[in-house]
């Protein structure tokens, strides 16, 4: 069992920034990869980003890539997600989750993973 807890989100004016944590507790060795997803009213939830506890892969969406960034602190068992220039279209509920596979490739279907938080409301304002 991996038991995660969102915290960061809140309210913010577009090209504001803001910043996500993501405190992961249990069974924290049997979590390869963390994932961040968002998903906004009426769509589907969609992969954000993803880093591994150990090395150094990531990996970042296309619409995000350049303007957030992951990253972990092991010492802390949490993961934070970065946002800057945040734009209307960030606006969603933005969960992390834990994967528990051993994979080569990191995953970016929500499928792939197991544990999940309860999610983080951002929203950005005109």
């Known amino acids: 069992q991996v038991h995660l807890v969102e915290s960061g989100g809140g309210l913010v004016q577009a090209g504001g920034s803001l910043k996500l944590s993501c405190a992961a507790s249990?069974?924290?060795?049997?979590?390869?990869?963390m994932g961040w997803f968002r998903q906004a009213p009426g769509k589907e939830r969609e992969f954000v980003g993803a880093?591994?506890?150990?090395?150094?892969?990531?990996a970042l969406a296309d619409p995000v890539k350049d303007r957030f960034i992951i990253s972990r602190d092991n010492a802390k068992n949490e993961v934070y997600l970065e946002m800057y220039n945040l734009k209307p279209e960030d606006t969603a509920v933005y969960y992390c989750?834990?994967?528990?596979?051993?994979?080569?490739?990191?995953?970016?279907?929500?499928?792939?993973?197991?544990?999940w938080g309860q999610g983080t409301q951002v929203t950005v304002s005109s």
């Open positions: 989750a834990a994967d528990v596979s051993i994979r080569s490739e990191i995953s970016r279907t929500p499928g792939g993973y197991t544990y």
């Open positions: 249990g069974r924290i060795l049997s979590a390869y990869v």
């Open positions: 880093i591994r506890w150990r090395g150094s892969t990531e």
